[in-house]
């Protein structure tokens, strides 16, 4: 496969956060950040530092959790950053990001993650999974890498993280346990495996978030193959990958 088409594959993003400049994302988000929950972290932040509320900008207050959030992550310190955060006030926080992704990235919008379906299809034309299960394979391990914003549309394509209601501004609360949980499902370096096993009933086929198991929509952990195709046999024969790609020569990425 020629580097040019690895790149279609991965970077086929970029052109449609160019060409939607998501605007319900942007909705939800400001909805989120001037409602009750963000204004009361907002608040107490100003409370804190004794700043007026009109001075700390939105942005700050996201600083400030961002800068707790990755030094405790990738430094494992606790800096004096995370102090003006309680447990509560950090999920009004990881709420509004999730929120952002689910808008721009996740279920928020079809065209999201039918974006995706171009790599989804790649996925499934891979040898074995195309032909007659034929062996030996030629190629035996396929890796492909690329950016979150890449996996959460794919992940939601296949139907993964999805929970009984949508993110939105006014449900925090219900949300508040939420399968769409991005720092869980994409962290800094998140990946998605399928792995095709041949087993006596038949080939199986299983996704691997983190490398944990995850379930397809309905089945089981390490369904038949023959099941996977059959949930998504709309998607294998019908998204358009010429229409989702269109464009793509235009941007530099
Ligand atoms: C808050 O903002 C106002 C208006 O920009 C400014 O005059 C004031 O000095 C600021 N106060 C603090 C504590 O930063
Ligand atoms: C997301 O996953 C992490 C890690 O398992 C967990 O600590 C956190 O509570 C989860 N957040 C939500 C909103 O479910």
Known sequence: MSLQKDISLLCFLKMFVLLLNNKEAVVQVTLFEEGPEMSK??????????????????????????????????LGLVTPWCKLFDRAEAQVMDYAGDLGLYWKRGYGH???????????????????FNKDYSFPVSEVVNVQVGHAETLIPLMTL?????????LDANNFAENLHRPFNCSKNVPFAANLMAALWSCPDGFRLQFRVNENPV??????????????????????QGCN????QLGLQHTDW
Do not use: W
């Not at 039918?114 to 074995?128: D, I, T």
């Open 41 to 74: 972290v907002h608040q107490r932040l100003s409370d804190q530092l004794q700043i007026p509320y009109a001075n700390i900008t939105l942005g700050s207050v996201e600083a400030a959790y961002y800068l707790c959030a990755y030094e405790f992550s990738i």
């Open 110 to 128: 079809e065209v999201n993650y039918m974006s995706s379906c171009v790599l989804f299809h790649n996925l499934f034309n891979l040898q074995p």
């Open 158 to 166: 296949l139907g993964l993280f999805k929970g009984k209601i949508s």
């Open 215 to 236: 379930a397809l929509p309905g089945l089981s952990y390490s369904p038949l193959y023959e099941e996977v195709k059959k949930l998504y046999a709309d998607l294998l």
């Open 241 to 244: 990958e010429e229409e989702y």
